[in-house]
C-alpha cells in the first residue's frame, strides 16, 4: 500500500533562506506527484505537478524535483518571504489513479 | 469566475441530525472527489466521481453519501451514521489522469 510521508512536520526559518521540504513515497508506481500550498482554514493550491517521466519542475522562486527510484521529491524554495508561509502538502497519484496524500509540513518564515 | 463552490464555509451539526455539504464546479472536469482533513494528519478520500451518474467509495465511506446527477455538482451528506464528523472538508475536481487536481475553498464542519 502507497504511503506518503513528508518530514519535517514544521519548519521555521529565518526570511531570505532557501530551503527544502522532503516528501517521500514507498511505491514507485506512480503517475505523477503534486505539490500544495494550504492557507489556514482555505483549500489546497497547486504549486507544481510533476508527471512520472520527469525530473523536475520549476515555478518562479519554486523548483521541485522527482526521483522515482528512491522514492522522493524535494520542494525548493529560493529567498523566502514572509508570504510564503503555509502548510505544504505533497500527493502521489498511484496505480489506482487515487491521490495518496501526506501529512504535510507546516513552514514558518520569520520576518 | 472558473472554479470550484464550496459551500457553506462553516457548518454546525447537532448530534443525530444530516447535513449536506455543497460543491459546484464550472470546469467542465468530469471527476469529482471529496476529501476529509484532519489535524497532523494527511487528506483521506471519503468519495469520488468519475462520471454523472456514478460514484464510488473511497478510504472512508461510512457514514457519509453522495450523488453526482449533474456534471457540476457533487453534494456530500454527512450522516448521522458519522459518529465523528467534525473535520474540514475539501471538495476538488480533475480532469484527465495525468493533470493536476483542484480544490475548493473547505467547508469546516463542527458538531455541537
Known amino acids: 500500500k502507497q504511503e506518503v510521508t513528508q518530514i519535517p512536520a514544521a519548519l521555521s526559518v529565518p526570511e531570505g533562506e532557501n530551503l527544502v521540504l522532503n516528501c517521500s513515497f514507498t511505491d514507485s508506481a506512480i503517475y505523477n506527484l503534486q505539490w500544495f500550498r494550504q492557507d489556514p482554514g482555505k483549500g489546497l493550491t497547486s504549486l507544481l505537478l510533476i508527471q512520472s517521466s520527469q525530473r523536475e519542475q520549476t515555478s518562479g522562486r519554486l523548483n521541485a524535483s522527482l526521483d522515482k527510484s528512491s522514492g522522493r521529491s524535494t520542494l525548493y524554495i529560493a529567498a523566502s518571504q514572509p508570504g510564503d508561509s503555509a502548510t505544504y502538502l505533497c500527493a502521489v497519484k498511484d496505480s489506482n489513479y487515487q491521490l495518496i496524500w501526506g501529512a504535510g509540513t507546516k513552514l514558518i518564515i520569520k520576518p | ?112
Not at chain 2, 459551500?7 to 459546484?24: A, D, I, M, W
Not at chain 2, 473511497?58 to 457514514?63: H, K, L, P, S
Open chain 2, 1 to 112: 469566475d472558473g472554479g470550484i463552490t464550496q459551500s457553506p464555509k462553516y457548518l454546525f451539526r447537532k448530534e443525530g441530525q444530516n447535513v449536506t455539504l455543497s460543491c459546484e464546479q464550472n470546469l467542465n472536469h468530469d471527476a469529482m472527489y471529496w476529501y476529509r482533513q484532519d489535524p497532523g494528519q494527511g487528506l483521506r478520500l471519503i468519495y469520488y466521481s468519475q462520471i454523472v451518474n456514478d460514484f464510488q467509495k473511497g478510504d472512508i465511506a461510512e457514514g457519509y453519501s453522495v450523488s453526482r446527477e449533474k456534471k457540476e455538482s457533487f453534494p456530500l451528506t454527512v450522516t448521522s451514521a458519522q459518529k465523528n464528523p467534525t473535520a474540514f472538508y475539501l471538495c476538488a475536481t480533475g480532469q484527465e489522469l495525468n493533470t493536476e487536481a483542484f480544490f475548493g475553498q473547505g467547508t469546516r464542519l463542527t458538531v455541537v
